[in-house]
């Protein structure tokens, strides 16, 4: 048997995590229009998952009381 990890090491370099992903959302217009836009898009996200998550409550309370 060999003592030797099938994995090679790797080394970060010493700037690698200070470079800005290329994924990551930017402000469009100024500070403050970005921010605002980011929290509309954040708020209409959590209506939209929360009305689904009324809907399912919803049907599985009315299938339970169908269902007798």
Do not use: D
């Amino acid at each position: 048997m060999h003592n030797e990890s099938p994995l090679q090491t790797c080394r970060a370099e010493p700037g690698s995590a200070v470079e800005e992903q290329p994924g990551r959302a930017r402000p469009y217009g100024g500070e403050t229009q970005g921010i605002e836009q980011q929290r509309r898009r954040a708020r209409r996200t959590a209506v939209v998952v929360g009305a689904i998550a009324v809907l399912f409550y919803a049907t599985f309370i009315l299938s339970g009381v169908i269902g007798r």
